[in-house]
């Protein structure tokens, strides 16, 4: 039996969408875990495995990813509509309060979402992203996403990966590569390895703006005094070092931590991170219930 249940939820235009449960205490906010772009829930299973059953884990698998359902109107692949989904899942498990964890596209969504009800964040880790993307980071997400490839095997999956990750995890090893590729591809009926992701989540995101949407900033503002801690690539090319600072300045409540001789994004199974993740969730067990 797998350490988490796969659940389902339905969107407010009649998508099926995923996610992972990981059992955890009911008197503890649960962490609601968000991926980026052209991830899914996946990302987060090392990080589930650890830190349940202390904490419950919801890692969900956005609309077009993984086993959640592909949309109709490519159009609605954009920050605003996966707010729109994750309230849904919120709603349907009368969650109160929770701790998000975003990473990239992901760390936007859980902004926009303490944007609603700020009251129900009782921590936010946000994983190399801000208010402000970095215009070559940018450039180089769009350059490959919704690029169909495939591949015969795993090994070759994740040397393709590795070519194009190399100078983001410097220190991987083969295995770790192996591993990328098992979160980010998936095998098709066909027997070949292909991504898992509809390809059409590049039409919107090609459009400048639709890879934020609002003003990211205001949205910041609205979380200076929730728990958080900010972690980014030292070689990020998304989340620049200035911007990681302005923000650290903003949130009263908030660490910044850099991971060395690491791009976009960080995996948060790395030791600093670890250990500053612990840091944050023994302040918000700490605190009294409320809501």
């Keep these: 039996m797998p350490p988490y249940e796969n659940r389902y939820w339905w969107s407010n235009d009649g998508l099926r969408l995923h996610y992972r449960d990981y059992p955890g205490p009911a008197d503890r906010p649960p962490i609601l875990c968000l991926p980026g772009l052209t991830r899914n829930a996946r990302d987060y299973h090392d990080l589930a495995l650890r830190l349940s059953p202390d904490w419950r884990v919801i890692a969900i698998d956005l609309r077009g990813r993984g086993d959640s ?3 109709k109107d490519p ?27 975003g990473t990239s596209l992901g760390g936007i969504v859980a902004m926009l979402l303490a944007g609603t009800a700020r009251e129900k964040l009782a921590g936010l880790v946000l994983n190399d992203v801000g208010p402000e993307i970095s215009p070559e980071g940018l450039s180089r997400i769009r350059s490959y996403v919704g690029k169909s490839n495939t591949w015969p095997t795993w090994l070759h999956a994740a040397r393709a990966v590795a070519e194009a990750n190399e100078s983001v995890y410097p220190d991987f090893q083969l295995e770790d590569w192996l591993a990328m590729a098992k979160r980010l591809y998936r095998l098709n009926s066909a027997g070949r390895i292909v991504l898992d992701y509809d390809m059409k989540i590049a039409e919107p995101f090609r459009v400048p ?24 690539g030292a070689t990020s090319d998304v989340l620049a070092a200035s911007v990681a600072e302005r923000m650290a300045g903003v949130l009263e409540q908030g660490d910044l931590l850099t991971i060395p001789a690491t791009g976009h994004a960080p995996t948060l199974d790395e030791p600093a991170a670890i250990a500053a993740i612990d840091r944050l969730l023994a302040r918000i067990a700490a605190e009294p219930a409320s809501g």
Aim: hydrophobic share 45%; charged share 20%.
């Design 69 to 71: 359902g592909y949309a």
């Design 75 to 101: 159009m609605s692949y954009v920050p605003l509509t996966y707010v729109q989904d994750v309230e849904a899942l919120l709603r349907e498990l009368d969650v109160a309060r929770y701790v998000a964890f």
């Design 209 to 232: 703006g639709n890879e934020a949407g609002p003003d990211m900033w205001r949205a910041l503002e609205g979380l200076k005094t929730v728990p958080t801690l900010l972690v980014r």
